[in-house]
């Protein structure tokens, strides 16, 4: 059974910061791609980052450019999302998800997401 657990979130003041974590299960994580994906109240779920299976290739979208960074630690089986000067648009449940990088870039998100950690961006 593949489980990924998020943990990390939380209320912020504009312009802090916070580190998301992914905790995966299994043996799965070091030979897949990984994705963060966020959700706001009323919008679809949106893609904010991915990184290649070897962490050697991230993507990011275009409003977290330059603020997020992704990271992946195989020996952990454990992803990471920094998220620095965060603003009150970064609101939003936040899910990591595992797959295949070639999905990912197809907009096509592998089939196990975590259960999501809520961040508020808020003064």
């Known amino acids: 059974q593949v489980q990924l657990v998020e943990s990390g979130g939380g209320l912020v003041q504009p312009g802090r910061s916070l580190r998301l974590s992914c905790a995966a299960s299994?043996?799965?994580?070091?030979?897949?791609?990984m994705g963060w994906y966020r959700q706001a109240p009323g919008k679809q779920r949106e893609l904010v980052a991915l990184?290649?299976?070897?962490?050697?290739?991230?993507k990011y979208a275009d409003s977290v450019k330059g603020r997020f960074t992704i990271a992946k630690d195989n020996a952990k089986n454990t992803a990471y999302l920094q998220m620095n000067n965060l603003k009150p648009e970064d609101t939003g449940v936040y899910y990591c998800?595992?797959?295949?990088?070639?999905?990912?870039?197809?907009?096509?998100?592998?089939?196990?997401w975590g259960q999501g950690t809520q961040v508020t961006v808020s003064s």
């Open positions: 998800n595992v797959g295949a990088w070639g999905d990912y870039v197809r907009d096509r998100p592998g089939n196990y």
């Open positions: 990184i290649s299976s070897h962490g050697i290739t991230e």
């Open positions: 299994g043996s799965f994580f070091s030979v897949n791609a």
